[in-house]
């Protein structure tokens, strides 16, 4: 089964479910994550269904999943009535619930039958093809705070978080299979443990860090997309641990106050400002700068350019290493989000004008971040490994703040060149 993934790693996740669930098994075509984050996002998987489906066999099917294929978590009946441009294709087409229906794992706390029960895992995964070297975990579903710009909250419904002992059962039977990254991931990740997510005094995201800690051993812990709100002392000081990867991404949005309120954020532009400040300090045994990346919109609704300027001076100042960026969407495209009908629409050509603004900053943000590096040493966590055809070996990996390493950028000090291996090399 070929497969293509568009957005977030909460998509990552399912689509791992989903290409090593009984039902595909037997199946053949092309799996398709779907994305409604933007207009554009949606642009991109549909050309790509319309494309691929070009090349198809006959017995071949499209299978759809993800936020673009269902409503709450079911498939929607009304798919092709929402993307009526592949309406020509349903024949082609079948769309999928967001997992694979299965029976819940039971947690088992015997340790002679835990024992056993690992040891089958680890035969049974090391059979089955890992799609990424790094495990994506789901620790969190779902969002109750309704940000005005989001539709994808509209697919989610309510927040719901796993129980720790299910979450740390997982993450040992990949590590019992040897592999040595677990990238945690949820639609509103730092909101794990509550009982809703407008709850922003009562972070328990660092328990859940800290338990995980104590009771895996496994190597790297990365975390993905966080909220600011539900970053505390706590969870600052649990960052420090140098199995949790010095590269945290938040959800920042903008540095305006007065848009943060218009989004319905729970934070203001100082609070985010002093978080940003507050992460970049943090100081580990191991002595690697913290990497910070950052979402932002650009051009939400009443964004005046003194707004903008909130949001560009937090990169400017260094507080970001690196930042995904996009124009506000007011989704047009057959569905809709509240902002999208606010009566201070931002123009267009300014939108591209401010992203351009910060898009002549950001690559030299990035590039001295970098700089900073060279000549450091890091551990290396070896992703992908090739032979070209001069049998020269080309290989790709991440350190622990998220630069990208190459046979090209690093010089090796210990460690064998092999897929997921863990090696010791030198920023050039």
Same mark, same amino acid.
């Given at each position: 089964?070929?497969?293509?993934?568009?957005?977030?790693?909460?998509?990552?996740?399912?689509?791992?479910?989903?290409?090593?669930?009984?039902?595909?098994?037997?199946?053949?075509?092309?799996?398709?994550?779907?994305?409604?984050?933007?207009?554009?996002?949606?642009?991109?998987?549909?050309?790509?269904?319309?494309?691929?489906?070009?090349?198809?066999?006959?017995?071949?099917?499209?299978?759809?999943?993800?936020?673009?294929?269902?409503?709450?978590?079911?498939?929607?009946?009304?798919?092709?009535?929402?993307? &009526?441009? !592949?309406?020509?294709?349903?024949?082609?087409? +079948?769309?999928? #619930?967001?997992?694979?229906? $299965?029976?819940? %794992?039971?947690?088992?706390?015997?340790?002679?039958?835990?024992?056993?029960?690992?040891?089958?895992?680890?035969?049974?995964?090391?059979?089955?093809?890992?799609?990424?070297?790094?495990?994506?975990?789901?620790?969190?579903?779902?969002?109750?705070?309704?940000?005005?710009?989001?539709?994808?909250?509209?697919?989610?419904?309510?927040?719901?978080?796993?129980?720790?002992?299910?979450?740390?059962?997982?993450?040992?039977?990949?590590?019992?299979?040897?592999?040595?990254?677990?990238?945690?991931?949820?639609?509103?990740?730092?909101?794990?443990?509550?009982?809703?997510?407008?709850?922003?005094?009562?972070?328990?995201?660092?328990?859940?860090?800290?338990?995980?800690?104590?009771?895996?051993?496994? &190597?790297? !812990?990365?975390?993905?997309?966080?909220?600011? +709100?539900?970053? #505390?002392?706590?969870?600052? $000081?649990?960052? %420090?641990?140098?199995?949790?990867?010095?590269?945290?991404?938040?959800?920042?949005?903008?540095?305006?106050?007065?848009?943060?309120?218009?989004?319905?954020?729970?934070?203001?532009?100082?609070?985010?400002?002093?978080?940003?400040?507050?992460?970049?300090?943090?100081?580990?045994?191991?002595?690697?700068?913290?990497?910070?990346?950052?979402?932002?919109?650009?051009?939400?609704?009443?964004?005046?350019?003194?707004?903008?300027?909130?949001?560009?001076?937090?990169?400017?100042?260094?507080?970001?290493?690196?930042?995904?960026?996009?124009?506000?969407?007011?989704?047009?495209?057959?569905?809709?989000?509240?902002?999208?009908?606010?009566?201070?629409?931002?123009?267009?050509?300014?939108?591209?004008?401010?992203?351009?603004?910060?898009?002549?900053?950001?690559?030299?943000?990035?590039?001295?971040?970098?700089?900073?590096?060279?000549?450091?040493?890091?551990?290396?966590?070896?992703?992908?490994?090739?032979?070209?055809?001069?049998?020269?070996?080309?290989?790709?990996?991440?350190?622990?703040?998220?630069?990208?390493?190459?046979?090209?950028?690093?010089?090796?000090?210990?460690?064998?060149?092999?897929?997921?291996?863990?090696?010791?090399?030198?920023?050039?």
């Amino acid at each position: 089964m070929e497969y293509k993934i568009f957005g977030c790693k909460v998509n990552k996740y399912y689509t791992d479910e989903w290409l090593n669930s009984d039902y595909l098994s037997d199946k053949n075509g092309l799996f398709i994550a779907s994305c409604v984050v933007t207009d554009n996002a949606k642009r991109k998987w549909i050309k790509f269904v319309k494309d691929s489906a070009k090349n198809l066999w006959e017995n071949q099917k499209i299978f759809i999943s993800w936020c673009g294929a269902f409503k709450r978590w079911d498939a929607q009946d009304d798919f092709f009535e929402i993307y &009526p441009d !592949l309406e020509y294709l349903q024949w082609q087409i +079948e769309i999928l #619930d967001e997992k694979p229906q $299965e029976l819940k %794992k039971e947690i088992n706390n015997s340790q002679e039958e835990r024992t056993k029960k690992l040891s089958d895992i680890k035969n049974k995964l090391s059979k089955i093809p890992q799609i990424y070297t790094k495990k994506f975990l789901l620790v969190q579903w779902g969002c109750d705070s309704f940000c005005t710009f989001c539709l994808t909250v509209q697919k989610r419904w309510k927040h719901y978080f796993r129980d720790k002992d299910d979450i740390v059962e997982e993450i040992l039977e990949f590590e019992a299979a040897g592999w040595k990254e677990v990238v945690l991931t949820g639609v509103n990740l730092s909101a794990w443990g509550l009982e809703h997510t407008n709850d922003i005094w009562n972070s328990r995201f660092a328990e859940l860090l800290e338990y995980i800690l104590e009771k895996t051993d496994i &190597p790297r !812990l990365r975390i993905s997309s966080m909220w600011p +709100e539900f970053i #505390d002392d706590r969870c600052l $000081e649990v960052f %420090k641990n140098t199995r949790i990867y010095p590269h945290f991404h938040y959800s920042v949005q903008s540095g305006s106050s007065k848009i943060l309120k218009s989004m319905h954020r729970h934070y203001d532009g100082d609070y985010m400002r002093k978080l940003l400040e507050n992460t970049k300090n943090i100081k580990r045994e191991d002595w690697v700068e913290v990497s910070i990346w950052a979402d932002l919109i650009v051009g939400f609704p009443w964004e005046t350019q003194e707004d903008f300027m909130d949001t560009y001076n937090l990169v400017k100042d260094g507080l970001i290493t690196k930042i995904h960026a996009f124009p506000f969407s007011a989704h047009n495209m057959w569905e809709s989000v509240p902002a999208g009908k606010f009566p201070t629409q931002v123009d267009e050509k300014v939108k591209k004008e401010r992203m351009w603004e910060l898009s002549s900053i950001w690559d030299q943000i990035r590039e001295d971040f970098i700089d900073r590096n060279i000549g450091k040493t890091f551990e290396v966590l070896i992703e992908v490994v090739k032979i070209d055809d001069k049998w020269n070996t080309k290989w790709k990996g991440w350190t622990q703040n998220y630069i990208e390493a190459d046979e090209k950028t690093f010089e090796i000090t210990s460690g064998k060149i092999q897929r997921n291996q863990i090696v010791t090399w030198i920023l050039k």
